[in-house]
């Protein structure tokens, strides 16, 4: 890997502008590879993608000089401007779709028999950070990949059978021919860390996983239609809400022997930002006790998972682990072990996680390792 690899996101909502921040601060003080983002491809205004990059509500300000820059010079080819951060221009393409006319919702003037294509191979894209959530099979990602990367990493759960990725837990499996991969969501990347020890040690029969978890962008601030769950469409910062997750059944894929031993349900509750994992487990070795999970989970942490484990003896709460760069920051006084009438053991534990930065970071830990496969 060349000192600096250049990359594209796709979709700049909440987790491509984390992504974006989180490349452009380690490339100020890390020695070694870069991920130089040198084009966005988003459907919004760059004088709007530009003042949320700077501002954040969850985040704070991004201490930069951020601006944009409009010229309709480049429409023809899907741009009318970008952004401008540190004095550096960055061009901000707003393509719907590679290989179709350009949108008329965009483009007051746009040409709708041209077909305009991603130009990834005119500006040396090598990786592409997908997170738009639409790009999440495989064909679809291709689109990246005739357009001239090499490699695109999706940032949310794929819908089909693209290779699945928690950094530091199945990252050794990652080989170059995979040139389309996801990154799994965020709280599948808290669960696997702190479960795959366990695992390890003592093996798991069955398991059951409840996301305490910050409400998102597919729910509503006020009571509106959700045809596919009426529970999303009541008001978010009101309301808990259960629902449905497929962060505990994806642990399959990259704890392949978990494979139908865990599910799990999701409780959406009214916080901005940072969430919690409840899991329960019957193992199938007997002998465990809190003592012992704890500081196997400790070593973990700082050994084969430093960095990506995290591990918390204090009282904190949810605000308290907003910025941690860790995918999983496991809570040691929440542990408990009960016997069953059989000699088995049930385990509780608990792992915090901020599912905005904590999953942003493993998700460029993993384009970094991505990016290492290019010439």
Same mark, same amino acid.
């Given at each position: 890997?060349?000192?600096? /690899? ?13 992504? &974006?921040?989180? #490349?452009?601060?380690?490339?100020? /003080? ?13 459907? *919004? ?16 300000? &991004? %201490? ?11 429409? #023809? ?9 540190d004095g550096k221009k960055i061009p901000v393409y707003a393509i719907a779709k590679s290989g179709a006319p350009l949108s008329k919702r965009v483009f007051a003037n746009a040409d709708q028999t041209k077909n305009v294509f991603f130009p990834w191979k005119e500006l040396g894209v090598k990786v592409v950070l997908e997170s738009t959530g639409f790009y999440l099979k495989k064909e679809l990602a291709q689109d990246h990949i005739d ?6 990493? @999706? ?9 699945? &990725? ?22 599948? =990347?808290?669960?696997?860390? @702190?479960? *795959? ?33 009426? $529970? $999303? ?5 009101? %309301? +808990?809400?259960?629902? *449905? ?12 022997? @978990? ?34 999970? =704890? ?5 973990? *942490? ?9 591990? %918390?003896?204090?009282? +904190?709460?949810? $605000? ?16 408990? /072990? ?5 000699? #088995? ?5 608990? #792992? ?24």
């Amino acid at each position: 890997m060349s000192n600096s /690899v250049k990359v594209a996101i796709n979709g700049f909502g909440r987790i491509g502008r984390m992504a &974006f921040r989180r #490349a452009y601060e380690e490339n100020q /003080v890390e020695v070694g590879p870069k991920l130089e983002v040198v084009a966005i491809n988003d459907l *919004s205004d760059p004088a709007n993608l530009a003042y949320l990059l700077k501002y954040d509500s969850a985040h704070g300000i &991004f %201490n930069h000089e951020v601006s944009f820059y409009k010229d309709e010079s480049h429409a #023809a080819e899907g741009t009318l401007g970008g952004l401008i951060v540190d004095g550096k221009k960055i061009p901000v393409y707003a393509i719907a779709k590679s290989g179709a006319p350009l949108s008329k919702r965009v483009f007051a003037n746009a040409d709708q028999t041209k077909n305009v294509f991603f130009p990834w191979k005119e500006l040396g894209v090598k990786v592409v950070l997908e997170s738009t959530g639409f790009y999440l099979k495989k064909e679809l990602a291709q689109d990246h990949i005739d357009a001239g990367a090499e490699y695109v990493i @999706m940032s949310a759960p794929a819908k089909d059978d693209t290779p699945t &990725f928690v950094y530091g837990v199945n990252t050794d499996k990652l080989t170059p021919d995979m040139h389309v991969v996801s990154g799994a969501s965020c709280t599948t =990347n808290c669960l696997s860390p @702190m479960l *795959s020890v366990i695992e390890k040690k003592w093996g798991v029969k069955a398991g059951f996983m409840t996301t305490v978890h910050a409400y998102t962008n597919d729910q509503t601030t006020l009571d509106l239609i959700k045809a596919k769950d009426f $529970r $999303r469409g009541r008001a978010a910062a009101e %309301n +808990i809400v259960p629902t *449905s997750t497929g962060a505990a059944k994806a642990v399959k894929l990259v704890i392949p022997s @978990m494979a139908g031993r865990l599910d799990g349900i999701a409780i959406r509750v009214p916080v901005l930002d940072g969430s919690l994992c409840d899991l329960t487990l019957e193992l199938k070795e007997h002998g465990a006790t809190v003592e012992e999970i =704890n500081a196997l989970e400790k070593a973990a *942490s700082e050994g084969e998972l430093k960095g990506v484990l995290g591990y %918390n003896t204090d009282p +904190i709460v949810s $605000r308290d682990i907003l910025g941690r760069t860790e995918g999983s920051i496991f809570d040691a006084t929440e542990t408990k /072990v009960i016997k069953t009438e059989d000699g #088995a053991e049930l385990v509780k534990v608990f #792992a915090w996680y901020d599912n905005e930065f904590s999953y942003t970071c493993q998700f460029v830990r993993l384009a970094k390792k991505v990016a290492s496969f290019v010439a």
